[in-house]
């Protein structure tokens, strides 16, 4: 069992920052990828950032050179820098991993709870 602790969500106004960190425990191998998804009000759940060992990172279009996702491998930690945050960045954030499980060695995918981003205008 693998479980996801999601941390550093919040209100801010328009233009200001967050950031956002995923740490994953438990019964870990290896981690492949580490990403964060969105979900607000009548839309589906979208991706905005992913990182996937070997491979550059990948970004909504809607976010591209506001946010940043970045991972600490040595603590199984995901961030997301959310800079000049806009009213249409309001949503649930959801962390996900995808985990090789150490016992049997089989890729399986995690989702945090969720953390409510709020951005006022």
Same mark, same amino acid.
């Given at each position: 069992?693998?479980?996801?602790?999601? #941390?550093? @969500?919040?209100?801010? +106004? $328009?233009? !200001?920052?967050? *950031?956002?960190?995923? =740490? &994953?425990?438990?019964?870990?191998?290896?981690?492949? #990828?580490? @990403?964060?998804?969105? +979900? $607000?009000? !009548?839309?589906? *759940?979208?991706?905005? =950032? &992913?990182?996937?060992?070997?491979?550059?990172?990948?970004?909504?279009?809607?976010?591209?050179?506001?946010?940043?996702?970045? *991972?600490?491998?040595?603590?199984?930690?995901?961030?997301?820098?959310?800079?000049?945050?806009?009213?249409?960045?309001?949503?649930?954030?959801?962390?996900?991993?995808?985990?090789?499980?150490?016992?049997?060695?089989?890729?399986?995918?995690?989702?945090?709870?969720?953390?409510?981003?709020?951005?006022?205008?």
């Amino acid at each position: 069992q693998v479980q996801l602790v999601e #941390s550093g @969500g919040g209100s801010v +106004q $328009a233009g !200001g920052s967050l *950031r956002l960190s995923c =740490a &994953a425990s438990g019964s870990i191998f290896r981690i492949n #990828s580490m @990403g964060w998804y969105r +979900q $607000a009000p !009548g839309k589906q *759940r979208e991706l905005v =950032a &992913a990182k996937t060992t070997g491979a550059i990172p990948n970004y909504a279009d809607s976010v591209k050179g506001r946010f940043t996702i970045s *991972r600490d491998n040595a603590k199984n930690t995901v961030y997301l820098q959310m800079n000049s945050l806009k009213p249409e960045d309001t949503a649930v954030y959801y962390c996900k991993a995808a985990v090789v499980d150490a016992p049997t060695r089989r890729e399986l995918h995690y989702w945090g709870q969720g953390t409510q981003v709020t951005v006022s205008s």
